[in-house]
């Protein structure tokens, strides 16, 4: 079974970096897509990254450019890195597997996932 367990800071000023990694406990070919959600207080869980397990990666426009979704080595840990963070950065931030194949991953229109780690809560202030 793929347990999530999520490691990071929660304060954070405009500009920083933020970068938080899922250790995965189960083999790394369990799961077909992983993914990086957030979901700002009063909105919708929305995917920012995702990377299937062919390593087809795909970003959300709101964070395109400023965002890096990777994987160690042996596929047992999911990293996220964001820099230059601005407030609207701000939400709980939640990492996410899936052992189906498809499409789904990278169309960002399902999100529905097996799999989830323990969202933490970002604060972006100066």
């Known amino acids: 079974q793929v347990q999530l367990a999520v490691f990071w800071g929660s304060s954070l000023q405009p500009g920083w970096l933020l970068r938080p990694s899922c250790a995965l406990s189960a083999h790394w070919y369990s799961c077909y897509c992983f993914r990086w959600f957030r979901q700002a207080p009063g909105k919708g869980r929305e995917v920012v990254a995702a990377?299937?397990?062919?390593?087809?990666?795909r970003y959300a426009d709101s964070v395109k450019g400023r965002i890096t979704i990777s994987q160690d080595n042996s596929k047992n840990f999911l990293y996220l890195q964001m820099d230059s963070l601005k407030a609207e950065d701000s939400g709980t931030y939640y990492c996410a597997a899936d052992p189906r194949p498809g499409g789904y991953c990278l169309a960002f229109n399902d999100a529905g996932m097996e799999y989830w780690g323990k969202g933490t809560l970002v604060t972006v202030t100066s």
């Open positions: 990377v299937a397990v062919d390593d087809s990666i």
